[in-house]
């Protein structure tokens, strides 16, 4: 089954456009590694995706649910109530955490459950534990934000997102922000998440954890799709711009 | 006139003082925030007349805003003016204040990082709990010290309600100051002033202290 599906999405700045025709679908307990060079436009793909940057053009559609229709010439938009419904399918996890700096780790993560999709206060205490014990933060919940390392910080918005049981999750380069030590340990984190089938869309710049961890792998470049497949593509690129841009790596 | 006599009857006054301070700050810390969400509306008509009401009300001195929301009516409609003088007092400085206050706000809201409102928007936060739960708090806590200026500015502001002749401790103190062609009224009221600031001060930076517990 097809969690998410976007098709011919186009979205200009101004008058450059910036994703041209994108197509991506991800099935259930698959994961999906965006590479590409800076500026090619995976992070406006993804916020395209989570609603927070409209698309020109294009269907973009969680489950049975369309966000956005393609109406031959533009975007339509579903109603508020629909977008809302299809915002609980989905999390983000940036790459600068943005975690709410006035509230405690542990309300980080229960305010949304509670507020927004009325689950009760119990409950939603009970997963927030469950969630932080599984990052190794269950001493950290009376802890502020500023109080956290970088990678800490990072899991506690891993779990923030966790504890709204998306369907899918996204992840905008999430290491970026963090020395090479603490990227390790958000790796693991999302290892174990790939391990217990979580839908995922990750964009990264750690190559040989996107070929370790993904069952599909999307090379950006420019506003396009140059390349996708399987993993190996990482070590094996055909594209012209794939290798290229892998070089760099080596 | 002796020196506790003096001190006496300009306490007489401070009620008043007092009043005005505290009215003006009820109304126009709620009504800056309503200006500074006009500022940022989505229609430009709006904007653009919420930044005359903001340029003019800063632009042009309190003392003529008094006399213009006292004796305007009269002027402009005929209407007769009234004989409670704490009314348009306090209308005036509540209107001025809220222009002022109105830009704190906005410059508050405008350093929210958009990550914030990302990461609200993604958690399905609505536009109105985003602003309450996520911003407005984070908000007090940055422009907490703009907004003591103002309020120590008030305290002393207090004493333009002479314009109007409502007579609150400043005003008698200047009665006396006739009366008995003497300096010490002035020195009393600066004194009360000063006071009345240290104590500002100290609500203020405990307030400061109360939101300290996050960066
Ligand atoms: N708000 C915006 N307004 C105008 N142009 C934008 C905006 N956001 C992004 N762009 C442009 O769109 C293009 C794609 O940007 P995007 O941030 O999606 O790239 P990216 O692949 O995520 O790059 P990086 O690896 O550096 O994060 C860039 O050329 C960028 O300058
Ligand atoms: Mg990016």
Redesign the interface.
């Known amino acids: 089954m097809n969690i998410l599906e976007i098709e011919h999405l186009r979205k200009q700045f101004g008058d450059r456009e910036v994703l041209s025709d994108i197509s991506l679908s991800v099935r259930e307990g698959q994961v999906v590694s965006i590479i590409g060079p800076s500026g090619s436009g995976k992070s406006t793909l993804l916020r395209c995706a989570?609603?927070?940057e409209t698309m020109d053009g294009g269907s973009l559609k969680y489950l049975d649910r369309y966000a956005v229709r393609d109406t031959g010439s533009g975007a339509e938009y579903a109603s508020q109530a629909e977008l809302?419904a299809v915002?609980?399918c989905?999390?983000?996890v940036?790459q600068?955490f943005?975690?709410?700096?006035?509230y405690t780790v542990l309300k980080n993560i229960v305010?949304?459950p509670i507020?927004?999709?009325k689950r009760s206060k119990e409950e939603a205490l009970q997963t927030a534990r469950e969630l932080l014990a599984k990052m190794g933060l269950s001493d950290r919940e009376d802890a502020?934000?500023?109080q956290l390392s970088g990678g800490q910080q990072q899991r506690v918005?891993i779990a923030?997102?966790l504890a709204?049981s998306p369907k899918i999750l996204f992840f905008d380069e999430p290491t970026s922000a963090l020395d090479p030590e603490l990227t390790g340990e958000i790796l693991k984190v999302i290892r174990a998440l790939a391990a217990e089938h979580m839908t995922m869309v990750i964009v990264t710049h750690e190559m040989a954890f996107a070929r370790d961890v993904s069952d599909h792998v999307i090379f950006m470049d420019g506003g396009h799709i140059v390349e996708e497949g399987e993993p190996d593509i990482i070590t094996n690129p055909r594209h012209e711009r794939t290798i290229q841009f892998l070089n760099r790596f080596n | 006139m002796t020196l506790t006599s003096m001190i006496l009857k300009m306490s007489e006054g401070l009620g008043r003082t007092c009043a005005i301070f505290f009215l003006t700050l009820l109304f126009s810390l709620p009504l800056g925030l309503v200006v500074a969400a006009l500022r940022r509306s989505r229609f430009a008509a709006v904007r653009m007349l919420t930044r005359m009401y903001i340029s003019l009300l800063r632009g042009t001195p309190l003392m003529l805003q008094l006399l213009v929301v006292a004796y305007g009516p009269f002027y402009l409609f005929g209407m007769s003016v009234s004989r409670n003088k704490l009314v348009p007092t306090i209308i005036a400085f509540a209107l001025n204040y809220a222009a002022y206050f109105a830009e704190i706000y906005r410059s508050g809201i405008e350093s929210i990082?958009q990550?914030?409102y990302?990461?609200a928007?993604?958690?399905?936060?609505s536009r109105g709990?985003t602003f309450f739960?996520?911003v407005l708090?984070?908000v007090v806590?940055r422009i907490l010290p703009s907004i003591t200026n103002e309020v120590i500015t008030l305290v002393k502001d207090t004493s333009l309600a002479f314009t109007l002749a409502y007579m609150e401790m400043f005003s008698i103190g200047k009665q006396i100051a006739n009366s008995q062609s003497s300096f010490m009224p002035f020195i009393i009221a600066g004194v009360f002033y000063y006071v009345m600031n240290l104590v500002v001060a100290f609500v203020m930076s405990r307030f400061e202290s109360a939101m300290a517990?996050?960066?």
């Open positions: 989570t609603l927070l809302k915002r609980s989905f999390g983000l940036f600068n943005n975690l709410f700096p006035h305010e949304a507020l927004i999709q502020y934000p500023y918005s923030r997102a709204m | 990082p990550g914030q990302e990461a928007s993604v958690l399905g936060y709990q739960r996520i708090p984070q806590k517990y996050y960066r």
